[in-house]
């Protein structure tokens, strides 16, 4: 029981959707506010099947392909670095989601990887190696934190109506901030452990 609630707690802050709350509402703050919660629902069940399929053949596919767990990491902040560079400086239209109005993301960048990112996936991994009998327990701990989290991004439309566009984007280069800094640590722990092994 200790176990599923320490892997239910790190799984959900590693999801961060308090921290991700921003950038969702960014990127689909042109779009209707019913159709942002099916774009929501949708990318997270997406990110939800992609971070079980990993659970279960993250480390078979990684042989397969001959990837190291650190390129995940690596390449992961790469994109999360250009994402950030976009939410620091939007483009003339203003519109700093990448997305033109009334175009939906699909699968980029909100199932993958502000959800199922590098590093969910590399914890998936090391939980799977702490406990190697207990799946069970891992795909409990991950659909709770999971459903928080799809709990908190619901919620995108009251932070909009309570914060408004400029709020919004204030948060929004807040994070591109942020995103700055945490792409850059992602990058540097690939690098150092791939200079490790």
């Known amino acids: 029981m200790n176990e599923m609630i320490s892997a239910t707690i790190l799984l959900f802050l590693i999801m961060d959707p308090i921290g991700n709350l921003p950038i969702f509402m960014s990127i689909l703050k042109n779009l209707n506010p019913n159709r942002r919660q099916i774009i929501i629902i949708r ?105 928080f989290s799809v709990l908190i991004l619901m919620l995108s439309n009251l932070f909009s109506r309570l914060l408004g566009n400029k709020g919004i984007n204030a948060l929004e280069r807040l994070m591109g901030l942020l995103l700055i800094m945490i792409s850059t640590q992602m990058l540097l722990d690939g690098i150092r452990n791939y200079l490790h092994t």
Do not use: C
Not at 54 to 75: A, C, K, M, R
Not at 93 to 110: H, I, K, M, R, Y
């Open 43 to 147: 990318e997270m069940i997406i990110a939800l099947l992609l971070m079980l399929s990993f659970l279960f053949i993250g480390e078979h596919i990684l042989q397969f392909l001959n990837l190291q767990t650190e390129t995940v990491s690596i390449s992961g902040g790469i994109v999360l670095f250009l994402i950030a560079i976009k939410m620091i400086f939007p483009n003339q239209e203003g519109n700093t989601s990448g997305f033109a109005n009334e175009e939906e993301p699909f699968l980029v960048p909100l199932a993958i990887p502000l959800v199922a990112g590098p590093s969910i996936l590399a914890t998936l991994l090391l939980l799977h190696h702490q406990y190697p009998n207990d799946t069970n327990l891992l795909i409990v701990a991950l659909i709770i934190a999971w459903g």
